[in-house]
């Protein structure tokens, strides 16, 4: 089977990259993102990679990141371009709605590449919004250029990645149709079996590079630390005193109800100031997982957020797989990658059926 070259727009972090990269039938040769942060990590960790910071709809950007995946004679792109024009209710404008710009600079990209497959990663309600609108135009525009297009919502949690995280995938293929991959994940993985040999860092803890301290309790956890030596970005917010004195107020792997009413402050929802649980996965990782006030993501008994390492963990990235920037930017780079255990089981399943029909 052939090789697929791939060009990584909207690439972040590098979640879709690190999934896919980690089988031989794949190999990320472009890269695109607008957040030099992200880009400095992408580089770094994909050091073979043209990797570009730009604006997507700068045309000289644009076009250097053509000529660049012509070059490398690309025949697959991924990505998730951020759409923020859909929703349940208002008008259904989709792809005419200006929000949605992006995508169309995804669809342009296609276009002029055309590559042999493409994979679209978004939020779970692109497929709803608008009674389906959004989702009939897309299939429409890149049916037009030739391409058998499959979609549905996948969760995280049915593909080895410790959290439940539904989200819109759209294959297509120039060639024959490819499914989404099969749910293959009988035993779901849990917050303990991704973090229970990290639970040692207290509040204002921890290096950027440290050592580990203990032995790995399970498989999911010999899997992600490889061959690593070390550990990184393991550092645990140095939180308030307001803050910490709530958190000692809400036992293991529980939530605010232990908390007097008058210090719920304006989080309105029921996840705010909750802990979380240890033999399930954890709820959807986001980009403020270090503020206890924003979810379910406090340590299931330790007095703070979790750490980007535990994060980067319940995402499903290998220990070797660092993140750069500051404290903010970190966390922004982890909550918005795809999770590279989901990247990679739509890999295999991209390998399975092109054998299939060669």
Known sequence: MEKFRILDLFCGAGGFSCGL?????????????????????????????????????????????????????????????????????????????????????????????????????????????????????????????GYKVKYGILNAVNYGVPQTR??????????????????????????????????????????????????????????????????HNHVATNHSKVALDKLKLIPPEGDKSSMPIELYGNQKFMTTWSRLVWDKPSPTIDTRFDTPSNGRNSHPFLNRSITPREAARIQSFPDSFVFYGNKCSICKQIGNAVPPLLAKAIGENIIKECNENE
């Open 166 to 231: 539904e989200r819109t995938i759209i294959i297509g293929c120039l060639d024959h149709d490819i499914p989404l991959p099969k749910e293959f994940v009988k035993t779901q993985a849990t917050v303990r079996d991704a973090i229970s040999d990290l639970a040692y860092l207290e509040s204002g803890e921890g290096e950027n590079i440290s050592d580990y301290i203990h032995e790995p309790n399970t498989n999911y956890q010999k899997m992600l630390r490889g061959n690593s030596k070390q550990l």
């Open 21 to 145: 990269d980690s089988l031989d039938e794949f190999k990320t040769k472009v890269a695109l993102d607008f957040d030099k942060n992200a880009i400095h990590t992408y580089k770094k960790n994909f050091p073979d990679a043209d990797c570009v910071c730009g604006n997507i709809c700068d045309d000289e950007v644009k076009n250097e990141i053509i000529d660049k995946s012509i070059k490398n004679n690309v025949n697959m792109i991924v990505g998730g371009p951020p759409c923020q024009g859909f929703s349940l209710k208002g008008k259904n404008l989709g792809l005419d709605d200006p929000r949605n710009y992006l995508f169309l600079e995804y669809y342009e990209i296609v276009s002029k590449i055309m590559p042999k497959v493409f994979v679209i990663e978004n939020v779970k309600n692109m497929i709803s919004s608008g009674k389906g609108y959004f989702i009939n135009q897309i299939y429409e525009k890149f049916t037009a250029l």
